[in-house]
């Protein structure tokens, strides 16, 4: 049996980030491939056929430091898989106002993906992006653990208010700036039966400045809730959405990024609008399992009416989307790809001395 050792993601606490959860500790801990590898999680490395390293690691990162990683891992005749899920090395470009990446964390990112037996991605257009650093590069899609997740379509009857619901870290600001315009026109036309919560994004100061008295709120989940499978278990009771939106600025960071938003909807029942990006596009059938809308403020603003207007079409999405997911996009059928991809990283023969 194949021994791995998974270096996740982590911060100061040791709580490996949401990100690992999705891409390294639950496929890799996942039932269906139990009789295929023998996986420690770990911060450290430890002695193994295989070491799997998660984006940027430990919060310490350095170039001398994944130096060190890799020499030691040469040393005892483990392949080094590197695992990356977003273009970090050219992500402080796209972000002028701030930076989210040190240059610590971006050099050691530029070198472990240039010096791993194999590197690991989300997307297609990211493996292209990383192919100037390292030849041997496979794609994973993300996919959500089952386990997690309602197996059943929850129910939920349309009432006299439509919730419309965004998610995600800081760093997706820009995205929410891309479509204020049409969010704020939708609101003030409609502010007796449409509201918009925001979770994460920004905080309460910026969410004023952007909307003012429109209907607007934030939503914090507990601090007990800071690890992924905490935080789902909040999502499925506290996020009562009618839509979910996923807008993407027009970057060619936001180029190389996947479908977590449509998965993250499609798997709690609720139906979304996003961007018509190459994150979306291969996934979604546009009306169907999701509605794909063009960069500018009219569409955006048609896509919000339609379906604010529509409680056909919303219950038609989040029933089909949520059907797709559970038959294509869930760790039960897809988890065995990691097997796979690793086994496959030991017999080939890059190396680096």
Not at 31 to 39: C, F, I, K, R, Y
Not at 159 to 168: A, E, H, L, P, S
Not at 227 to 241: G, H, I, N, Q, S
Request: glycine fraction near 4%.
């Amino acid at each position: 049996m194949l021994s791995v050792t998974a270096l996740y993601e982590h911060g100061i606490n040791n709580r490996p980030h949401g990100s690992s959860y999705i891409r390294n500790l639950l496929p890799l801990s996942h039932p269906s491939v139990a009789s295929g590898l023998n996986v420690e999680f770990s911060t450290e490395f430890r002695p193994c056929d295989v070491l799997l390293i998660d984006r940027t690691w430990t919060p310490y990162v350095a170039p001398e430091l994944v130096e060190q990683l890799v020499r030691r891992a040469r040393k005892a005749g483990s392949k080094i898989v590197f695992s990356l899920d977003d273009d970090l090395i050219d992500a402080n470009a796209y972000f002028p106002f701030r930076r989210i990446f040190s240059d610590a964390q971006v050099n050691s990112v530029r070198y472990l993906a240039s010096r791993a037996d194999h590197v690991i991605t989300s997307t297609y257009p990211l493996q292209k992006r990383l192919s100037t650093l390292n030849p041997s590069i496979s794609v994973i899609q993300n996919h959500l653990d089952e386990q997690l997740f309602p197996t059943e379509l929850p129910e939920r009857q349309p009432g006299d208010r439509v919730t419309i619901g965004y998610m995600g870290t800081s760093s997706h600001e820009a995205d929410l700036l891309s479509i204020l315009e049409p969010l704020r026109a939708l609101l003030s036309q409609n502010r007796n039966r449409v509201s918009l919560e925001l979770v994460g994004v920004v905080d309460e100061f910026r969410m004023k400045a952007m909307f003012g008295d429109l209907p607007v709120a934030l939503k914090t989940p507990p601090t007990e809730c800071v690890e992924y499978p905490d935080f789902v278990k909040w999502m499925r009771t506290a996020l009562k959405w009618d839509v979910g939106l996923a807008p993407l600025d027009d970057t060619p960071f936001t180029a190389c990024k996947s479908d977590i938003k449509w998965l993250d909807y499609s798997f709690l029942g609720i139906p979304g609008i996003f961007s018509r990006k190459p994150a979306y596009r291969e996934s979604i059938t546009d009306g169907e399992t999701g509605l794909l809308v063009d960069a500018t403020p009219s569409a955006w603003y048609d896509a919000l009416s339609r379906i604010v207007e529509d409680d056909n079409l919303r219950a038609r999405i989040r029933k089909a989307a949520f059907e797709t997911v559970h038959q294509e996009r869930s760790l039960a059928l897809n988890a065995c790809q990691w097997v796979e991809a690793l086994k496959a990283a030991v017999s080939r023969g890059r190396g680096f001395s």
